[in-house]
């Protein structure tokens, strides 16, 4: 069977497969994010730091030949990124901005500096669970074949959203992204909250890059990750740093992302570039539509420095 | 949990406390004694050491020298947590509660010890029993950011007793408050001495709530105790005098009547614009304010205010209505201001009507620097004639400043204030739009501020006044308005304007 036995159908389920492929990466990247932003301070670097996880794990999958040790090694690799960052912001008169965009270009930097060797041999992928076996169409099967990183993803998106709620961690995290001073005042430093908030962001990070060349596309090369990393951070903000928010606009950016091929594959022949750029106009129209000019966010940490 | 008992209240001393920074002492041997169960005030000028004694006593200073006691023991506060293991607690003059947090989310929070995984049947439950005992209804379910001024200051309060704390420093615990709530509130924690739960001592610059509520003063000026006494055995005058030592007071002019044809210069008609939330809107009916009067606006912060004030300052765009100045619309453009002679005194001058880091000079000739004598536009600006302006307002105004060369910013309160007051109110001025101009100033420079506003109201000019302090209000203004949720909703000539009433306005009452 192919494409054209399906139809039209084929749409809107490479849409859905897309979702869950693309969309892994966005998910960490941006739970990542959101743990960092909640915690008052906005980590720009996270695009070097997926990009130098992918390379890590890819690189440590080769050698030790388990894909799961790659993980591990692209989040180590990640929470390194993160400290640093967190690191250098506690001085004063340090932006954190700026700081991002630095390790951004320092991070991809790095990983094309140590990644040029890994760019030939191939690494064992990481597995995927075949849910689509009661089908018999290829399409079906295709699409609903989810890899474990992405269910991990959809689960640690529930446990954070309760997690910011119902435990100590959550809350002090909250607390030091909405007052400083408040914070203080509870005796918590918010430089040490802020550091670990951005270690694991940069560990979650981490993991969406060794999903990018353990899964999918599957290889290691040095224009892999095309942005996602800004995207997700730009991501957090309109699900307005709700963990269950970024799981949703996850999946969305990743279906948009799946829009260009899924036509081209059903034969449209014209114009299917365009649909390629879905996810940066997406990107623009909800930007665009769900802020005002006379009005700040809602739901945004009172310390970021973006909002502020 | 240490939450669920209230300790019964403790009394504190302080012998000889002394605190130098560098060369400068701040605090000079000075020795309080606050009964367990009794309401304590500590008045003072602003930089007459009570913030600076407290400081020492609830161990965010070190003091350089001086004990404490409590409850006639000696006791080594160095930190703020000694500080709260005994007892003693602080609730400040900003809010120290997480605004995105709820009430109980708060209260759980600060706790010394939180479980990992909070529980939150088992919080809420605990929270309810621990709420029965407490004075205050408060709702716990609602995040901070959405209560009134009024049930966050209870709410920090509660917090502190929630901490199990039984000494409670309250700083200026009003100043955020209407009338009815600062009532309510400190009667409240009035009670809760009376039954010997609680021991307080209250920051406060306030004379009337002093004498409602507190026991016992302390007086503190330049650092050095000037005074002490039962409230009942003293006057007001007598605080004050305690509190000023004896320094001149710039008195304030009589008030000249408003002549019967004096003309309309300020006229605002239906007047509509987004708040600051987005989410309502400011709607001003109708607003006039003629040649040699002060009209007040009084209302609690937060009601559109502020979002008037900057659409008069042209900082806002408006959706709807009319500003008229004599007579012609005003945009609030630099050249609609120079030509109407409309002049503004926004609030936190040194945030809103300087530019920090430039000089006095520079500050004070905002309003002229392009100008010739003849006030015509200039190309080349002369830094000579600006430095020579200014010189001439400095000594005018009285500014207190090392050099006109120096940056605003390093002047105190008083005196940014003063230099803006010099460029605001030098020249023909026929509009004056003012915006709680003695917020956070010492008494002398609040009596000073004040009589020039007068004085510019009996040269003539129609003056705007917008004030979260009703007893400045009081004492300026010829007509009040009360502004709540937005709108203008009562209107009272001074003769019988009553606090009682403008303070049932102001909290929505009505």
Not at chain 2, 138 to 167: H, N, T, W
């Amino acid at each position: 069977m192919d494409a054209t036995e399906i139809g039209l159908w084929g749409v809107p389920l490479a849409i859905l497969g897309g979702a869950i492929r693309v969309s892994t990466p966005f998910i960490f990247v941006s739970l990542g994010e959101a743990i960092t932003e909640r915690s008052g301070r906005i980590n720009l670097g996270l695009e070097g730091t997926l990009v130098f996880g992918a390379m890590t794990a890819y690189a440590v999958a080769v050698v030790t030949g388990s894909p799961w040790l790659g993980v591990l090694a692209a989040a180590g690799a990640g929470l390194c990124f993160g400290l640093f960052h967190g690191w250098i912001c506690k001085f004063r008169g340090v932006n954190d901005i700026a700081i991002g965009i630095a390790l951004m270009l320092f991070g991809s930097g790095l990983a094309f500096f140590f990644g040029k060797p890994f760019i030939q041999p191939s690494a064992p992928d990481l597995p995927a669970i075949a849910f689509g076996g009661w089908s018999n169409i290829p399409q079906v099967q295709a699409a609903l074949n989810v890899n474990v990183l992405f269910l991990i993803g959809a689960a640690l998106a529930l446990f954070l959203w309760w997690a910011f709620r119902n435990t100590r961690a959550g809350l002090i995290v909250r607390v030091v992204g909405d007052s400083s001073d408040a914070a203080r005042a509870m005796g918590l430093n918010p430089n040490t909250v802020r550091l670990l908030a951005t270690g694991v962001g940069g560990a979650l990070a981490g993991i969406g890059g060794a999903y990018l060349s353990l899964y999918y596309p599957g290889s290691w090369t040095e224009r892999i990750s095309s942005g996602q990393g800004l995207m997700a951070v730009a991501l957090v903000i309109f699900a307005r740093w709700n963990p269950l928010g970024c799981f949703a606009a996850a999946l969305l950016f990743g279906g948009a992302g799946a829009l260009g091929p899924a036509l081209q594959s059903v034969g449209v022949t014209q114009g299917y570039y365009l649909f390629y750029a879905a996810p940066y106009i997406l990107t623009l129209i909800i930007m665009i539509a769900t802020s005002s000019p006379s009005r700040s966010l809602a739901g945004a940490p009172g310390e970021l420095s973006i909002t502020k | 949990m240490s939450g669920t008992i209230v300790k019964k209240a403790v009394g504190v001393e302080t012998i000889g406390m002394t605190m130098r920074f560098g060369a400068f002492t701040a605090l000079d041997d000075v020795s309080i004694k606050v009964p367990a169960g009794s309401f304590h005030a500590l008045l003072g000028e602003n930089g007459a050491g009570k913030s600076t004694l407290v400081k020492c006593m609830m161990g965010f200073y070190r003091p350089t020298a001086g004990d404490m006691l409590v409850d006639a023991r000696e006791v080594a506060i160095a930190s703020p947590k000694d500080a709260s293991a005994l007892g003693l607690g602080m609730v400040y003059q900003h809010f120290t509660l997480v605004p995105s947090l709820t009430g109980a989310e708060n209260l759980v929070i600060s706790r010394e010890k939180v479980p990992g995984v909070i529980d939150w049947r088992k919080e809420r439950a605990a929270l309810a029993q621990f709420m029965q005992r407490m004075p205050f209804k408060l709702p716990l379910d609602v995040k901070v950011a959405e209560l009134a001024a009024g049930e966050k200051q209870k709410l920090e309060i509660v917090k502190q007793l929630y901490l199990g704390r039984s000494f409670l420093v309250l700083d200026e615990p009003t100043s955020v408050l209407t009338p009815g709530e600062a009532q309510e509130v400190l009667g409240l924690v009035r009670d809760m001495t009376r039954t010997g739960d609680l021991t307080v001592l209250m920051i406060s610059h306030k004379f009337h709530e002093v004498t409602a509520f507190a026991d016992d003063i302390t007086v503190l000026r330049k650092g050095r105790l000037t005074g002490t006494g039962k409230v009942s055995e003293l006057s007001h005058k007598q605080m004050a005098a305690m509190m000023i030592g004896d320094q001149p007071i710039a008195a304030l002019d009589s008030r000249a009547p408003v002549p019967a044809g004096a003309r309309q210069v300020l006229t605002v008609k239906s007047l509509k614009a987004p708040d600051r939330t987005g989410l309502k809107s400011i709607d001003i009916g109708e607003l006039d304010v003629k040649s040699g009067e002060i009209v007040g606006i009084a209302g609690i912060s937060g009601n559109g205010q502020k979002e008037f004030l900057e659409v008069l300052a042209g900082q806002r765009a408006r959706n709807a209505g009319d500003v008229l100045v004599k007579g012609s619309p005003y945009g609030a453009s630099r050249s609609e201001a120079r030509t109407l002679n409309v002049r503004f005194i926004p609030e936190e001058p040194l945030r809103n009507a300087c530019a920090p880091r430039m000089t006095v000079a520079e500050n004070m000739a905002f309003r002229t620097f392009d100008l010739n004598e003849a006030g015509k536009p200039v190309n080349w600006i002369r830094m000579s004639a600006i430095r020579d302006y200014a010189a001439r307002l400095v000594e005018q105004f009285k500014v207190k400043t090392a050099s006109l060369a120096s940056p605003i910013s390093s002047l105190s309160g008083g005196n940014v204030q003063r230099a803006v007051l010099a460029r605001e109110l030098t020249g023909e001025v026929d509009l004056l739009i003012v915006s709680n101009p003695c917020f956070g100033l010492d008494f002398s420079a609040v009596a000073e501020i004040r009589a020039r506003i007068m004085k510019a109201r009996n040269a003539g000019a129609a003056v705007l006044l917008m004030s979260e302090d009703l007893d400045e209000l009081l004492e300026l203004s010829d007509r009040i308005f009360v502004m709540s949720d937005g709108a203008l909703v009562y209107e009272t000539p001074i003769a019988q304007a009553s606090v009682q009433t403008i303070g049932e306005h102001m909290a929505g009452h009505h």
